[in-house]
DNA sequence: CTGAAAGCGCTTACAG
DNA sequence: CTGAAAGCGCTTACAG
């Protein structure tokens, strides 16, 4: 006995067979291929598992043998319960679900949390799927790299912008950014602030200069800053004053309102590189009394459903089929082609939250 | 050759082994154990692994091998995709997912759609997992059913009230209803209407007479319109219209209100049982003109975040606690004891959807 | 610190 | 329609 569980008493498809006097190859066969059966042997075979609470052949010994888990996992940047949080990252797993289930796959949740102090760098090294999805991870993230080791089929979603072996699908982010810019500009904007996420590995709240952001290891807000930068000023010079929150959250989005006008009161439209954190700086603008868009232009990112609901003007991305195609990508993954890149269309969604700056700000 | 995957080709603990002179235990434990190892063999092993791609012992194997997966599947109505569109589900995902990442296990998302056609009843009898949660899933659902067969931990939350071994998790459903009964009834409220999610297995909208919901497959709803009618009008008689919606979305409580208020105009107050139905009952109350709380009181269940961003009078539940608290019971389940029942708090959060209503509709 | 042996529960060609 | 045989890749006591 080298196994501890099953202390030899729950039954199997072997001692089945044995208490009938069958081979094991005839019951697997009453479970997998009932038609290469007789009715007579498949109901008694059907009634003595009945009888002795055999629930049928054990999963993992059958993908063990088979070699097949029929399960992708998805990786996030953050402890599971984050992204949950976030209605984006939520709309992207929806889409995803749906590819899944069309392709009758299960989906594994795997929380990227900070590796564990073993040998194995995650849980990505021992987690059983037949491939990845990875979602918005950082550059050099160690479970990415882990999981290129697996050679398993990977897709990255918005970022790293390129990685190895594996498909990206994503946005391009530097022009979706600089048409808000643009349009901004246009509405007479020159004092801009910005609302990130993080833009880095360390816990850092606060103001983010020109240095931080450039070194982010989140390409995407790197991106998005530059060309926010560009549609506002095109060849001009001119700065954007940035505040960094760690977390994606509505009291974040709230806390950066207060210290981006505290630290320069001039400013007329805040940019939030996420809803959830826009959606923090118009409880922040209301706090302060401002009116909106009247006094503040306030924009987000993503689209999510209470988006519309709060008049946001946003960047809207399509993020439930951005999800479906990453689990489409997956699915037809071309071992041995150059990876894939795949863009998906983002357009300016302009609701009630933005403006032309008061002249008395200008 | 028996199993088609790996075409003698990939690398395993077994062939590097052979490779360096060495027998497989002590490879393995180059991976599991490493301080039984000496160091220049463990480096010899890492370095001949990195050389041939060869990225650890196969997950699926040791799994098989050690009888645990370390995962635990969650079961939901729905297609995963709508029960990743509602909040509140969304919410309980996120509890659940913490109490498991404290402990180190992986969460499988398991559809609960239309069983498949073969001879296994679902994928829940087929998923690798050490235990099941399921949420909010009909009285004698097949794979709750199938579940139950395999003998593995359960924690049923909300629905259905008794399963066989199964613990359960969920509220007083009855009482939190009475409460908001005798909430509205206070505020002078007779004529009042239900939205609610659908009671039974087909796919209804429309109209639900006493018939239909004292026969709800679902007995939170059941037990939700009985208690609003206790708490509204006590031991006297009074009717409620109720009003189904297969779907919980904010567009099915949109075109709810808009039925409900055709049929009887005189209500003064809808009690919507879910926030999203509540927020789309709001939306339908702007599109006829009718000022809340002036003209129409509107009241939701859950306290999603979105909720309080509303202005939503409401049920409140704890979701992310209920979720966490799934995940804690599954952990300690005690195998050989009677079934446990858990009962979380409910409160009524009052905002400003709800007052008294208009003289001239009394 | 290292190795030989046993075996986890099942499925797949193949032969009869 | 049924069975004998092989083997998936690994880990665990145990002995040396």
Redesign the pocket.
């Known amino acids: ?6 202390p030899s008493k ?1 039954p ?4 089945i ?1 044995r208490s009938l ?9 009453v ?3 009932p ?4 009715t ?3 109901e008694r075979v059907l009634a003595a598992a009945d009888a002795v609470g055999y629930a ?3 999963p ?3 993908q ?4 097949k888990s029929e399960t992708i996992g998805i990786v996030f940047t953050d402890e599971m319960s984050f992204a949950l949080r976030d209605p984006a990252s939520v709309s992207l797993l929806a889409g995803l679900s749906t590819a899944l289930q069309d392709a009758q796959l299960n989906l594994l949740l795997l929380p990227a949390g900070s590796p564990v102090g073993n040998s194995r760098v995650s849980n990505v090294m021992g987690a059983v799927v037949d491939g990845f999805v990875f979602y918005s991870v950082p550059e050099d993230d160690p479970h990415l790299a882990a999981a290129l080791k697996r050679r398993l089929p990977i897709v990255v979603v918005d970022e790293p912008e390129v990685v190895g072996d594996a498909d990206w699908l994503g946005l391009d982010d530097h022009l979706a950014a600089a048409d808000l810019g643009r349009y901004l500009s246009r509405l007479g904007h020159r004092k801009v602030g910005v609302i990130t996420s993080r833009l880095g590995r360390s816990r850092h709240n606060g103001p983010a200069d020109e240095e931080m952001w450039k070194n982010a290891v989140y390409p995407v807000q790197r991106n998005r800053i530059h060309g926010l930068r560009e549609g506002l000023f095109g060849a001009e010079v001119g700065s954007i004053a940035v505040e960094e929150r760690f977390e994606n959250s509505v009291d974040a989005g709230l806390t950066a309102l207060h210290a981006l006008l505290q630290r320069d009161p001039d400013i007329t439209a805040v940019c939030c590189f996420g809803d959830v954190l826009a959606i923090g700086a118009l409880e922040g603008a209301r706090q302060r009394g401002l009116s909106v868009p009247g006094d503040l232009t306030v924009t987000g990112f993503d689209d999510v459903p209470e988006a519309a609901r709060a008049g946001l003007t946003t960047v809207r991305q399509p993020l439930f089929e951005k999800g479906r195609i990453a689990g489409e990508m997956l699915l037809s993954h071309p071992f041995s082609d150059r990876p894939r890149r795949r863009y998906l269309p983002t357009s300016l969604e302009v609701r009630s939250t933005s403006g032309r700056p008061n002249s008395n700000s200008m």
Chains 1, 2 share one sequence.
């Open positions: 006995m080298t196994r501890q569980p099953n729950a199997t498809l072997t001692s067979a006097g069958l081979s094991p190859a005839t019951v697997s066969n479970y997998n291929h038609e290469r059966v007789s007579s042997v498949s049928g052949p054990d993992v010994a059958r063990f043998r088979r070699g």
